[in-house]
């Protein structure tokens, strides 16, 4: 298969200098946008490209040598970021196009696209790896809410950030005319679909319009470093798609039906397509730059929000347990009385025992075993008058019970014994 080709990389007109980078090697073809301070980013998109660039293609295992490719592209930046010690932490996205005989294979990791024009559709090849993008294809945010969205420039997958990376390929059978587009978010960042498809499809000079995709998003803010490869299918064979190999093709037309649908065909690979309501509608972020990489300036602004939200948390935390604290109540035992104390038993929450508030006169050693145990342990209370209502319960278990004799003297008159017949009395 032939492609025309054209590229366009431009620092835009708010960055100092360009992270971007772009590789033009037919058959293969990439754009990598770098992140990480002091310069780093420039450093790892150009790493990365350079794995693929001195890669061999293999011509008969494309998605499987695109992984790997990847993944290689992966430890070259993320040996690179450690070899300086953690001081140039770095990562990159990465979008590659590998044109074989019959297909185009899209690798892709980051928030850098693919997309195909085709009869004056777009359609989007790749999942966006960002955060927002995962709330979009779980329902959570439209396009349009994403587009918006703080956080949507917080990215969740790149070459760089870990040993090892998850890499996404996906395949497009090409009719001649389509057109493939790889671009930085710079691009998306201020073009909608819809714009992007219009210039793509007015334009029929491939270079010309690459140029004017560029210009148009620097006319919209050029927030960010923009960079376009863009690829024109001259000679498509005709040839008939087959799923068997579990990559299907990804068309326009295909798409819908086909959205969600993903193929693990091998370790790290994933093989998806994708619908059209992902393709559509992009805002205009001002403020774009990446966030998930350390050593950016949106970085430490996320850390410093969790380090932020964290330290609220314990200090609510402990605030809500100093206020537990000071408000509990209960009765135990002090210098062998019975006592109130307010605060917790010693033990509790490893804090130490209550404060004194009123030693009674009720010997401990009065009372039943079973309640001297309880009030080792501390008989909790709900407030003071509850602590004293216990108290007085205690203390009538702690009085013996007293026994009363009563003597009572009955005088029974004597009367005198009957004398006998014929008896005077004295
Ligand atoms: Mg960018």
Redesign the pocket.
Known sequence: MKVRQAAFSDTGRVRTHN??SYLLREPLFAVA?G?GGHEAGEVASAVSLGVLENAIPDTEAPANWLTETLKMANSAVYDAGTQTGGMLRMGT?LTAAYVTDDSIWVGHVG??RAYLIREGEIAQLTDDHSLVGEWVRDGRLTVEEAALHPQRSVITRALGIEPDVEVDVSRVTPRTGDRVLLC???LT?ELTDAEICRILTDEADPETAARKLVVAANEHGGE????VVLLEVVDAPDVTVTEDSGQADITPDARSKERGTEHATAPGLVVRNLGPGEAKGHGKPAD???QGVPGGRQFWIRFSVWAALTLVIVLGGWIALTSYISNSWYVGVHDGNVTVFKGVPEGILGFASGDVVDRTSIPVSLLPATTRTQLEEGIPADNRADAERIVENLREQSIPPTTTTTMTTTTVPIQPAPLPPGTVPP
């Open positions: 992270e971007d946008d992140m996205t928030d850098s930085s978010d710079g960042g960010d470093n923009i960079t774009r730059e990446r």
